[in-house]
């Protein structure tokens, strides 16, 4: 219950700040980008989203800030690029463990692990989506990042395929949640 007010309230707030962007600006198609890309990186990787900065100018949104969740960094890319209006994305978000510890070599160490894991999660989810959906699973675009699963469709991909694919990914041991997104 908390996680949605705050999830509300935060919603409000980036609006309010997204709004009064937009009226200072001329090029409504650049807010109007803007607006979408912070409502749908809220909407797909929640709270931890809220310290990313998202600009655009003709479609091409870049995006700066510090998030705690390694998936939030690595997902906010793809994420943003399901936005239709949005042409290509620069991913500028930065862990706040790295920020904060630089020169530790922990902290490497962890991500190489976590990339390793992630690798595998995602050979094992083509696998599955391949397995079970024949030539339509390598139709699908994953990414993977801390068990949390994207996948890519392109927009005529059929609800009832889509709604497979989702159930297929889910039943994958060491899924954690699965987001769904257009491809651009």
Do not use: C, Q
Request: net charge negative; charged share 30%.
């Amino acid at each position: 219950m908390k996680l949605k007010t705050l999830t509300k309230i935060a919603l409000v707030g980036v609006l309010l700040i997204g709004s009064s962007a937009a009226i200072a600006s001329d090029d409504t198609a650049d807010w109007t980008t803007t607006l979408k890309v912070k409502l749908v990186l809220l909407e797909k990787l929640g709270a931890d989203s809220l310290h990313v900065e998202v600009n655009s100018a003709a479609g091409a949104v870049t995006l700066e800030g510090t998030v705690d969740k390694r998936e939030t960094r690595e997902l906010a890319e793809t994420v943003a690029k399901s936005v239709e209006s949005v042409k290509s994305v620069k991913n500028d978000i930065r862990l706040e463990a790295s920020v904060a510890n630089p020169s530790k070599t922990s902290v490497a160490a962890g991500e190489a692990e976590a990339e390793v894991k992630d690798a595998m999660l995602s050979t094992k989810i083509r696998l599955a989506l391949a397995d079970k959906m024949g030539s339509d699973g390598f139709k699908i675009g994953t990414e993977v990042a801390n068990g949390v699963v994207t996948l890519e469709f392109e927009r005529d991909f059929a609800a009832a395929r889509r709604r497979e694919a989702k159930e297929i990914v889910e039943g994958v041991g060491g899924v954690t949640k699965v987001l769904s997104v257009d491809k651009t």
